[in-house]
């Protein structure tokens, strides 16, 4: 089910994608924390924008949304794209039911260069 939120791509050999963490723009002794978050409705955007400005890496769980509001859950989508575009991030969908969004200082590898 394609819902216009990610454009689809090959598939790839599993294990393909990674997150790659720029170790050179890091802070000294500045750890990385991932946090595993749901988007349940529009509000809960800001919360996620927060936590990827604070330099978190957020595996946010969309099912909950695209089941109930996919207006809702795009508009959630697009409020973040632009948020990761703006600060240099990176935003991918895996599946139909997780986003990875990333701070400037770790990029998403796809398989390709």
């Known amino acids: 089910m394609d819902f216009g939120l ?4 090959p598939k ?3 294990g393909e994608e990674f997150v790659e963490v720029d170790a050179d723009k890091l802070k000294e002794g500045q750890e990385v924390s991932m ?3 749901t988007l349940a409705n529009f509000a809960d955007a800001d919360r996620v924008q927060n936590l990827v400005r604070e330099g978190n890496v957020v ?20 409020k973040l794209r632009k948020t990761c575009a703006a600060m240099n991030g ?3 969908g895996v599946d139909e ?3 990875i969004i990333t701070p ?3 990029k998403i590898y796809r398989g390709r260069e």
């Open 97 to 99: 039911d997780f986003l």
């Open 35 to 37: 946090r595993i978050e």
């Open 6 to 9: 990610f454009k689809k791509k």
């Open 104 to 106: 400037s200082f770790a």
């Open 12 to 14: 790839e050999e599993p």
């Open 59 to 78: 595996f946010l769980r969309i099912k909950q949304l695209r089941m109930n509001d996919i207006g809702e859950l795009k508009r959630a989508v697009d």
């Open 90 to 92: 990176d935003i991918v």
